[in-house]
């Protein structure tokens, strides 16, 4: 019995293509899937990276709003303590300090609309204080 294609066979035949193929689908899916990891892993990275950047501008816009609200507080504690300062010496008594209670007041409201500076506010306050 001779049997039909020994002679002129080529190649590996159909067990050793099958098995060559295989092989290289395997590869391909352990480098698709290494590849698929890799930009997984990144972009979980760039995720983490841009919440903690929200994050901080978050925790900076709340801390300058707190900022802006004990400002605002103190500069109205300032304000009480300038009427009451002025308010004193009115209670006294007297023509000649209610003149000056209400320039102090004149020099106060130009002061608060931005026309004095504090420097120019202490000086004026300063000169009427000392009865010039």
Do not use: I, W
């Not at 019995?1 to 002679?7: H, I, K, N, Q």
């Not at 000056?100 to 130009?110: H, S």
Request: proline share 2%; hydrophobic share 40%.
């Amino acid at each position: 019995m001779m049997r039909r294609g020994a002679v002129g066979r080529r190649g590996p035949g159909l067990v050793g293509t099958m098995a060559r193929t295989a092989v290289v689908a395997g590869t391909a899916t352990a480098v698709s899937g290494r590849v698929h990891n890799r930009q997984q892993q990144k972009y979980q990275q760039q995720e983490a990276a841009a919440y903690q950047q929200q994050a901080g501008g978050q925790e900076a816009t709340y801390q300058q709003d707190q900022l802006e609200d004990v400002q605002a507080q103190l500069n109205e504690l300032q304000r009480q303590q300038a009427q009451a300062a002025v308010a004193t010496p009115a209670q006294s008594g007297g023509g000649a300090d209610s003149a000056l209670v209400a320039q102090l007041e004149q020099l106060a409201a130009l002061k608060a609309s931005g026309v004095l500076s504090d420097e120019e506010f202490q000086a004026a306050k300063a000169k009427l204080l000392a009865g010039g």
